[in-house]
């Protein structure tokens, strides 16, 4: 038996270990994370981020209480994501969480401050109802703030928290220019690719003249242009890369007119240029067999029915090359896009990024399009066909994408939101050519869907009835077992040599 001395000693040890474990857990955040894609585990784009803050950082994250439990997982990670900021940035990163619900002035300053009021459905007391929520941050650095409106879950939250700190902290924006004066898109047609680009640069038109100085960018960018471009703008061009420019092109080498079905070359002069560069994009229309669709109107009696219908030329994206540019893509959608080949001599590195999948071929112009087509797989018998790729030579890079729509938002009426990883894909692009991947790992950082296993309808029947079945089977079983065994214990005591 322990003495009562012992006994007390064992209990103050005890409890100093637990004291010393909170202490330790305060100071230094550490979580174990076992998804094969590590959600939960920051970015060392983050980290290295975090570790270089020399000045304190105030994050203000105003959260609704008294939410489903969803929302409440959602604050409950975003208080874990802080406390690994502030654990990295040796409590450099300080915060406070704020519900605005509970009083009138901070429901007020949160408005101000750009945070985004969300509207969301509850039950109380047996009665659903609607409730004003709020689930955003403000980050502050001396003067400058930066404002999450709407906090998104998984990898998206850590992308908007470490984008708006180093935002704050670049002492020096590089410009990137895009080039116009010849139809291209306009940045604020882009918005989704500007948006990307202002984390480290500013995005600023530039129109090509004798008197333009392109010395002060790394990299220019030149999107969709509609006009054929004179001999003395694809000079001071040449002149750019010569000096060690970089290139970003999204061209359009064939135009679709779906009003009249049929799709034409293109000529701009911009192709030409390119294939003396290294890289032809070829006057054909690409198609897959994983597609987006078109939506036809149809008659059914007396009705006219929308129906969606797989459109080749709207090609789904999701074979990219292992290089920093496509590092985590998921998948990219192309409209009419081309085939490229490389073009260029032994002095000269070429790069393939985005394929077509297994399934896939071209069509040379001029294409008439069937809509109403019933495609096989037998149509497709090309495979990995590059719709994007880069060249190097010197020490000037080019990356080219056979879509010159694949990033434009468009404007007013027409807008539109683009998919998310063609915008990634020419933020990336930039990113690489201007020497700064730092954020491209943090971009292209997801979660990764895993969709169930597809089962024909025989195996959904069995696994009915076994669903259905098994439970009766085993209710069964044990009462049976039971029975059986109160018969036996019957059977014992009437026996004579029962004790």
Not at 81 to 110: G, M, T
Not at 271 to 298: A, H, P, R, Y
Request: proline share 4%; glycine share 6%; charged share 20%.
């Amino acid at each position: 038996m322990f003495k009562k001395s012992q006994l007390k000693y064992y209990i103050l040890l005890v409890i100093g270990i637990i004291v010393l474990i909170n202490m330790l857990a305060s100071r230094f955040f550490f979580r174990l994370d076992f998804t094969e894609d590590q959600r939960y585990t920051l970015s060392e784009t983050t980290k290295d981020i975090m570790e270089g803050i020399t000045e304190p950082v105030t994050v203000t994250a105003y959260f609704s209480e008294g939410l489903q439990p969803q929302f409440d997982q959602l604050r409950n990670d975003f208080k874990d994501i802080l406390a690994e900021y502030a654990s990295l940035s040796n409590r450099q990163v300080v915060y406070e969480f704020v519900n605005p619900n509970e009083d009138q002035q901070l429901e007020q300053k949160a408005v101000e401050a750009g945070i985004q009021t969300v509207m969301i459905e509850a039950r109380e007391k047996d009665q659903s109802t609607t409730k004003k929520a709020y689930m955003g941050a403000v980050i502050q650095i001396g003067e400058a703030s930066e404002t999450i409106p709407f906090i998104q879950p998984g990898a998206q939250m850590e992308y908007a928290l470490t984008t708006a700190i180093k935002k704050m902290t670049v002492p020096e924006k590089a410009a990137v220019g895009f080039i116009s004066g010849h139809g291209e898109a306009h940045l604020s047609e882009m918005m989704q690719v500007t948006q990307g680009l202002d984390v480290l640069y500013v995005p600023e038109e530039v129109e090509l003249s004798d008197s333009v100085n392109l010395s002060k960018y790394k990299t220019i960018a030149w999107i969709n242009p509609q006009d054929t471009i004179p001999e003395e703008h694809l000079a001071i061009v040449d002149a750019f890369l010569a000096q060690g420019g970089n290139l970003f092109v999204a061209l359009n080498k064939v135009d679709a007119q779906l009003n009249q079905g049929m799709g034409f070359s293109k000529y701009t002069a911009l192709g030409k240029w390119l294939e003396g560069k290294g890289i032809k994009v070829e006057d054909n229309f690409v198609m897959d067999v994983n597609c987006g669709s078109v939506t036809v109107q149809q008659r059914q009696g007396i009705f006219t029915v929308n129906r969606p219908i797989n459109f080749p030329y709207l090609p789904i994206l999701s074979n990219f090359a292992e290089h920093p540019i496509t590092s985590g893509l998921g998948s990219m959608v192309l409209q009419f896009a081309s085939s490229l080949s490389f073009s260029g001599d032994s002095t000269m590195n070429y790069t393939p990024l985005v394929f077509t999948s297994d399934k896939s071929t071209t069509q040379a112009t001029p294409v008439y399009f069937n809509i109403q087509k019933q495609w096989e797989e037998s149509d497709f018998p090309m495979s990995k066909l590059a719709v994007a790729a880069m060249v190097e030579s010197d020490n000037s890079k080019i990356v080219v994408i056979s879509d010159g729509d694949m990033a434009i938002n468009g404007s007013g009426d027409e807008i539109r939101q683009v998919q998310p990883d063609n915008a990634n894909f020419v933020v990336n692009a930039i990113d690489f050519m201007s020497d700064d991947t730092g954020l491209i790992q943090l971009r292209s950082k997801q979660v990764k869907m895993r969709p169930l296993d597809q089962i024909d309808d025989a195996d959904k029947q069995i696994l009915k009835w076994v669903n259905f079945a098994l439970p009766i089977m085993i209710i069964l079983g044990i009462g049976i077992y039971r029975n059986q065994k109160r018969k036996l214990i019957r059977l014992k005591r009437k026996g004579e040599s029962y004790v």
